[in-house]
């Protein structure tokens, strides 16, 4: 578990990622309710890890053969 206060962890909104992925909120807001993409839910609050995010991505991708 990471301890938010001693660290520099970068917190993303939903727009935030939007412009980050060039997606349309209604994608990403599926994706979240599907559990397909990394995220947090602080009450009614949804936010996303910068660097888990990233890591997504990469695992993600599909490497030539």
Request: proline share 3%; with cysteine.
């Amino acid at each position: 578990m990471v301890n938010v206060y001693q660290s520099n962890i970068e917190f993303l909104t939903i727009k935030e990622v939007c412009e980050l992925l060039k997606m349309k909120e209604s994608n990403i807001r599926n994706a979240i309710f599907k559990k397909e993409i990394p995220h947090l839910k602080i009450g009614a609050l949804i936010r996303f890890q910068k660097n888990e995010l990233l890591s997504w991505l990469e695992s993600k991708s599909i490497l030539p053969r």
